[in-house]
């Protein structure tokens, strides 16, 4: 049974960073595309960060690039999302997925196959 855990959300001040964990059991990531996307109440899903299978190429929404890095690491089966220089809108609760890779790389549109339960990021001072 294919499940993904999130965990490493949070409170922090504006310009704070956080690490984020995506644990992946019952498939290997390296198979799959793997993406973090973030939602706040009332809002539609908003893809943040993707990883493709083929090749580990990435991509980023406009609105974390140069502060969000995405990194996996197959021997712990977990995918990691680095937030640096926090910003209050960063607020939301963050997900992680999957998605089979039928493309050769991967999107940020919220149309993966598989998904976690979700953790709350809080920047705030």
């Known amino acids: 049974q294919l499940q993904l855990v999130e965990s490493g959300g949070g409170l922090v001040q504006p310009g704070g960073s956080l690490r984020l964990s995506c644990a992946a059991s019952?498939?290997?990531?390296?198979?799959?595309?793997i993406g973090w996307f973030r939602q706040a109440p009332g809002k539609e899903r908003e893809g943040v960060s993707c990883?493709?299978?083929?090749?580990?190429?990435?991509n980023y929404a406009d609105s974390v690039k140069g502060r969000f890095t995405i990194s996996r690491d197959n021997a712990k089966n977990t995918v990691y999302l680095q937030m640096n220089s926090l910003k209050p809108e960063d607020t939301d609760v963050y997900y992680c997925?999957?998605?089979?890779?039928?493309?050769?790389?991967?999107?940020?549109?919220?149309?993966?196959?598989?998904w976690g339960q979700g953790t709350q990021v809080t920047v705030s001072s």
């Open positions: 019952g498939f290997t990531l390296d198979y799959y595309h």
């Open positions: 990883f493709s299978s083929s090749g580990g190429s990435t």
């Open positions: 997925a999957a998605d089979r890779p039928l493309g050769r790389l991967c999107v940020l549109y919220p149309t993966y196959d598989s």
